[in-house]
């Protein structure tokens, strides 16, 4: 009985010793590993978000960029895969709302190529200054694509400001609302339906669209609208073309 003890005394310290030998790569990844699948990852970077928006102006272009610079932070510290970034909005990030996609976006704009699907409740800024993948979101949103590089968005219903200050990519819209590609300077939209002031500043880029507003093209620098009908066309710089037969042969299959 003795003997039998011995030996189980040994083996644990032995199970002990080894469980503690790791090189240092090893223990770096299994942290990394535990880390970003631990089910309490997606509550850290939810806590980290509300604590920082606590003192913030919601409205206002600079807490636009922080929640964005944040985002991106967190999205270097956690290391999340496509997937998982797909599920730490929809499972827990979109009931916050409000400009809650700046801050997604940030953790979008460090993936090198991607395939998402957002489902949005309401929410504010999904898709700024994306620079590739593709998005498909659900649910209105406003400023969708904003200052976007890159990539593809495709949305069947979005809210006002749609691509605005876009520079590159390209969008595919349902219904949208007023303020479509509001100075964009590059980049493609595609909408069915637009309210007013569709291309409103907009410098460069091309908007297609199958039905707008009033005001199309105001105070426009460049770029060029194609509209199968609208109520009225502002006063502008952009190449205006109101013209059904157009738009059909413009838009293609993407509407």
């Known amino acids: ?19 503690s ?16 699948t631990s089910s309490d990852v997606f509550n850290e970077i939810a806590q980290a978000y509300v604590e920082w928006a606590r003192s913030k102006q919601g409205w206002m272009y600079e807490a636009f960029e922080g929640a ?4 991106r932070k967190l999205s270097s510290q956690y290391n999340l895969s496509a997937q998982r970034i797909e599920s730490l909005f929809n499972d827990v990030l979109a009931k916050f709302g409000g ?17 998402i699907r957002l489902k ?5 800024g999904i898709g700024f200054r994306m620079k590739g993948g593709r998005l ?5 949103t406003s400023f969708l694509g904003m200052e976007m590089e890159d990539g593809e968005i495709v949305t069947p219903l979005a809210g006002n400001y749609l691509g605005k200050g876009m520079r590159g990519g390209r969008i595919v819209a349902g219904t949208a609302g007023d303020w479509v590609g509001m100075e964009m300077k590059g980049g493609k939209i595609v909408v069915k339906k637009a309210g007013n002031a569709l291309g409103f500043g907009m410098e460069g880029g091309e908007i ?6 009033a005001w199309v093209g105001e105070s426009s620098k460049g770029g060029k609208i194609i509209v199968g009908r609208c109520e009225s066309v502002g006063s502008g710089k952009a190449f205006i073309t109101v013209d059904e ?4 042969s413009q838009a293609g299959a993407a509407l």
């Open 136 to 140: 498909y979101v659900e649910g209105k």
């Open 99 to 115: 400009i809650i996609g700046f801050f997604i976006s940030g953790f979008l704009r460090n993936l090198d190529d991607f395939s």
């Open 120 to 124: 949005v409740r309401s929410a504010s």
């Open 245 to 248: 037969v157009q738009f059909r």
């Open 208 to 213: 297609i669209a199958r039905e707008a507003g």
């Open 68 to 71: 964005f610079k944040l985002g």
């Open 1 to 19: 009985m003795r003997a039998s003890e011995d030996k189980l005394g040994k083996g644990r310290i032995i199970f002990k010793l080894t469980r």
């Open 21 to 36: 030998i790791r090189i240092p790569e090893e223990n770096e990844n299994f942290r990394r590993y535990t880390q970003s």
